[in-house]
């Protein structure tokens, strides 16, 4: 890929504390997107371990990585953010940084939202067998049932990292901290379309956990009457034209 053509497809990888799971991470996104042109986009949310050499390091292996840095810890959000401004693709596929996405998956729903009429901007990803605990899984399926009676949203699996989305979309939506676990339900209130595709979901080999159930209970509470709040105060005018 010419470091001077806008790449089709950007990749944002949100990292914190993942020493031991970029690199192999690094070699399976561009194994996945051999011969497409794209970047990938790996943002480390203030690490306190290697991650951050580590991938500095693999810039010299791979020409389509960036390293963006946060000088303090923001959470997976922002660093979603952070990725999507600094994006220069059309299409931004996101993922894990823990590894459990496998990234042979990623170039299925960018082909998706390709072949996708234009008033859809999101293909997520739905973890059809799931390799987490059982509390954390059956924690995910009552949280996913919750959301989707209050938000009257068509995600099955939100928590899912692997989404592939339009970037102008995305930055037509109101940001707030843990808004990516909300992403299906933003881009119905701004009128769009989603579309989801089943894909795998492996083990953690390096590393643990950012959040417990707990943690996760906890934000949500807030996270579901904000959405909610937006919601209620959307008004789409339908397709703008100018005349």
């Given at each position: 890929?010419?470091?001077?053509?806008?790449?089709?497809?950007?990749?944002?990888?949100?990292?914190?504390?993942?020493?031991?799971?970029?690199?192999?991470?690094?070699?399976?996104?561009?194994?996945?997107?051999?011969?497409?042109?794209?970047?990938?986009?790996?943002?480390?949310?203030?690490?306190?371990?290697?991650?951050?050499?580590?991938?500095?390091?693999?810039?010299?292996?791979?020409?389509?990585?960036?390293?963006?840095?946060?000088?303090?810890?923001?959470?997976?959000?922002?660093?979603?953010?952070?990725?999507?401004?600094?994006?220069?693709?059309?299409?931004?596929?996101?993922?894990?940084?823990?590894?459990?996405?496998?990234?042979?998956?990623?170039?299925?729903?960018?082909?998706?939202?390709?072949?996708?009429?234009?008033?859809?901007?999101?293909?997520?990803?739905?973890?059809?067998?799931?390799?987490?605990?059982?509390?954390?899984?059956?924690?995910?399926?009552?949280?996913?049932?919750?959301?989707?009676?209050?938000?009257?949203?068509?995600?099955?699996?939100?928590?899912?990292?692997?989404?592939?989305?339009?970037?102008?979309?995305?930055?037509?939506?109101?940001?707030?901290?843990?808004?990516?676990?909300?992403?299906?339900?933003?881009?119905?209130?701004e009128g769009w379309r989603n579309l989801y595709l089943d894909v795998g979901h492996r083990h953690r080999e390096t590393g643990r956990s950012k959040y417990t159930n707990l943690d996760?209970?906890?934000?949500?509470?807030?996270?579901?009457?904000?959405?909610?709040?937006?919601?209620?105060?959307?008004?789409?005018?339908?397709?703008?034209?100018?005349?």
């Amino acid at each position: 890929m010419s470091q001077t053509a806008a790449p089709d497809v950007s990749v944002v990888v949100p990292v914190h504390d993942e020493a031991g799971a970029v690199g192999p991470l690094v070699e399976e996104i561009a194994a996945a997107f051999t011969g497409r042109n794209y970047e990938m986009i790996f943002v480390d949310d203030r690490s306190r371990d290697s991650t951050l050499i580590e991938l500095k390091a693999l810039k010299a292996l791979h020409p389509q990585l960036r390293v963006l840095t946060h000088p303090s810890n923001a959470g997976q959000s922002r660093a979603v953010r952070s990725g999507v401004l600094a994006a220069r693709g059309a299409i931004v596929v996101t993922m894990d940084g823990d590894g459990q996405n496998p990234p042979a998956d990623a170039p299925r729903l960018v082909q998706a939202l390709m072949d996708a009429p234009p008033e859809v901007a999101l293909v997520g990803g739905v973890r059809a067998s799931r390799q987490d605990t059982e509390a954390k899984r059956q924690a995910s399926v009552w949280a996913n049932r919750i959301r989707r009676r209050l938000l009257g949203d068509d995600a099955a699996d939100t928590g899912c990292g692997l989404k592939a989305f339009r970037r102008d979309a995305f930055l037509r939506l109101p940001y707030f901290d843990h808004m990516h676990r909300y992403l299906p339900a933003l881009m119905i209130r701004e009128g769009w379309r989603n579309l989801y595709l089943d894909v795998g979901h492996r083990h953690r080999e390096t590393g643990r956990s950012k959040y417990t159930n707990l943690d996760r209970l906890i934000a949500s509470l807030s996270d579901l009457l904000g959405v909610m709040w937006l919601k209620t105060r959307a008004r789409n005018p339908g397709a703008v034209q100018e005349v």
